[in-house]
């Protein structure tokens, strides 16, 4: 159960409700009724909640649980009887993401600026916002309505940002235009200089980063990431983009709308990528590279040349995918066979 301290569930809700809001069946029409308290882990769930069944790989999870009504789809749902109630769709994970925010709403803040906070007097602040202590708001910077700034956030002069932006503590965030409804974690750097030097007789000798930073709507920021700004044109970060801890965006990057970047990936300076592409989880990608649309990087891969729209790549250096399975076997086999002769 989610501690109540923290987090506090709306609802309950009947599965009837639930079904109709996500477009599910319900396996039983006669539960409809059937009052849904919360949602839970499949294994862990009780009567009154709701869980997900979405891999065969969790079937007996899915056999032995106690939850009150599952989420999955009618295939898996052959793999097992149930007593309790099913809500069978076709992408039965992205019912179980819809239904957790019905239960847990993401709530407008309560408006108040602490004491401590500094904003100076040409700072446009939208109404309903609420900014915590520590806080340092610039010259010329433009909020909209109802943000959420976490306590010893900075923001740099002449930054603009849409509405309902959530952002968590110690950001610093310069040279950038925000767009609405976008979640910035903590301990983010947004705006920084990016990296780029040229080898002088004294020296190295900066080059100018005079680009900025776009972000556009709903995009989701994990912590402590850095996304620099462009050098002569602008790093872009495309609407509905996640971006999970730990993640480089060098500068003049510019990334396409729905696209997932794991933990501990690095995206070089001026790459284009393309709309809903996946990077996996300690990915490098080098500079100055073009990533199709729908393209998929596999975790610990490390990109040295463009990928194609719809490729997906696995390695180091990275290669379609087909092609690293064939050579981990040809290198399988060459162990093994002078193994055999030791």
Not at 63 to 76: D, E, P, Y
Not at 132 to 155: H, L, M
Not at 188 to 205: A, D, N, Q
Request: charged letters at 15%.
């Amino acid at each position: 159960m989610p501690d109540n301290r923290f987090f506090q569930a709306d609802g309950p809700f009947s599965l009837g409700d639930l079904a109709g809001r996500v477009g599910a069946e319900l396996s039983d029409p006669a539960r409809a009724g059937q009052m849904v308290q919360g949602i839970a882990d499949l294994e862990l769930a009780g009567a009154n909640e709701l869980a997900l069944f979405s891999d065969a790989r969790h079937a007996a999870a899915f056999a032995n649980s106690h939850a009150g009504v599952i989420v999955t789809n009618a295939k898996l749902a052959a793999l097992s009887p149930k007593d309790g109630a099913l809500l069978l769709c076709d992408d039965p994970r992205l019912a179980f993401a819809q239904i957790g925010l019905f239960f847990y709403p993401r709530r407008a803040p309560t408006p108040f600026v602490h004491s401590s906070a500094v904003i100076a007097a040409s700072a446009k602040i939208g109404a309903g916002a609420a900014i915590a202590a520590g806080v340092v708001i610039s010259e010329n910077v433009v909020i909209g309505a109802r943000a959420r700034i976490g306590a010893n956030s900075v923001i740099g002069d002449g930054v603009v940002i849409g509405d309902d932006l959530v952002m968590g503590t110690s950001n610093s965030i310069s040279h950038a235009l925000i767009g609405h409804r976008v979640s910035i974690a903590n301990n983010c750097s947004i705006g920084g200089e990016g990296f780029g030097f040229v080898p002088g007789p004294k020296g190295l000798v900066r080059l100018s980063q005079i680009g900025r930073v776009i972000i556009e709507d709903q995009v989701d920021i994990g912590s402590n990431c850095a996304i620099d700004r462009g050098g002569l044109t602008d790093t872009v970060i495309g609407a509905m983009t996640a971006i999970d801890n730990l993640v480089q965006i060098g500068h003049n990057v510019r990334i396409g709308k729905g696209c997932v970047f794991a933990g501990q990936s690095g995206v070089a300076g001026s790459v284009t990528i393309g709309d809903f592409v996946q990077v996996g989880g300690a990915v490098s990608i080098s500079d100055h590279l073009t990533i199709g649309t729908k393209a998929r990087i596999a975790g610990k891969s490390g990109v040295a040349r463009d990928v194609a729209a719809g490729e997906t790549v696995a390695g180091y250096p990275a290669v379609p995918v087909r092609q690293w399975h064939r050579q981990n076997n040809a290198l399988n086999k060459l162990i093994v066979r002078f193994t055999d002769k030791e």
